[in-house]
């Protein structure tokens, strides 16, 4: 189970086939016990296979998405019809390592979802943010958030992208000073896991080909079925054939707030690679 605060909603996602029946507990108890004016909570489909999904939602309903602030930037969450809890909330420490990185560079957010990672890159003194997704609808709130903060990203170029992140990146020329690839789940189960692994090394290859020299890449993974030594590997041996150098700056899991308390609850990774300027 998660649960994810938003200003005076919160929205919860239960992993359990068996939570059908507490949803409504828990929503109302949130409710009543914590002051919040709204909670949402969803049994994932996935968890069973099937196509339904439960939902429940007490308090007063939410007719619009809910503004709130993460260390001093406004977003928007959709926590009723959004993806997962309608953020992630997860990346947060990852996104305030990508403040540090930016200033000065051009940025490719590929898999962007709501623009979380750009506007932090915007606020750290990025040259231009560009946002790659496949999703309108996600595009669209991104614009929003960028909006949200005008007085705050008034110097850093805004740009978009749709499509499939992969086909964009295999075909652009663009180069970049900082490229970030934090995709959706790419296996939902065991057997998916070689596939998994594959794809993120074409990932990591085509991610590093967009990179201008000593240029910083950020690879992440949120696949609970592939494991940090997995991934590490297959990112680190990419830029090994690549030819190129590189420095590894850090890698990173859980942060304190999601924590992994049993192997099965391991799915948050990312590695920082730096390339070594010739010379």
């Known amino acids: 189970m998660r649960c994810c605060k938003y ?39 996935s968890i069973r296979g ?113 499509g499939d992140a ?6 652009s020329t663009q180069r970049f000073g900082l490229v970030i690839l934090d ?3 790419l296996a939902k189960r065991e057997s998916e896991r070689a596939g998994a692994l594959r794809a993120y090394a074409k990932l990591a290859r085509l991610g590093l080909d967009r990179l201008e020299p000593g240029g910083v890449v950020l690879a992440c993974s949120c696949t609970a079925h592939v494991s940090s030594e997995e991934f590490f590997e297959a990112v680190r041996a990419t830029a090994v054939k690549s030819g190129r150098r590189f420095e590894e700056l850090g890698t990173t899991g859980h942060p304190p707030d999601h924590p992994a308390t049993f192997k ?4 948050l990774k990312g590695i920082y690679l730096l390339e070594k300027k010739r010379g």
């Open 166 to 171: 992969f086909e964009w990146l295999s075909q």
């Open 183 to 185: 995709p959706p789940s």
């Open 50 to 162: 099937r196509a339904d999904l439960a939902q429940s939602i007490e308090g007063q309903p939410l007719d619009a998405s809910v503004i709130f602030r993460e260390s001093g930037l406004r977003f928007e969450a959709d926590v009723v019809r959004g993806q997962k809890t309608g953020f992630f909330l997860d990346q947060r420490e990852n996104r305030r390592r990508i403040l540090e990185l930016a200033r000065g560079r051009t940025v490719l957010n590929a898999f962007s979802f709501t623009g979380g990672f750009s506007l932090y890159a915007a606020r750290g003194g990025a040259k231009s943010v560009t946002d790659l997704d496949i999703s309108r609808h996600a595009l669209e709130s991104a614009q929003r958030n960028f909006a949200l903060n005008h007085d705050t990203v008034t110097h850093c170029e805004y740009h978009q992208a749709q």
């Open 7 to 45: 200003g005076h909603a919160e929205c919860t996602s239960c992993y359990a086939w068996h939570a059908d029946r507490s949803l409504h507990y828990i929503c109302t108890n949130l409710v009543e016990s914590c002051a919040f004016r709204c909670a949402a909570g969803d049994r994932k489909a």
């Open 264 to 267: 099965a609850a391991e799915y």
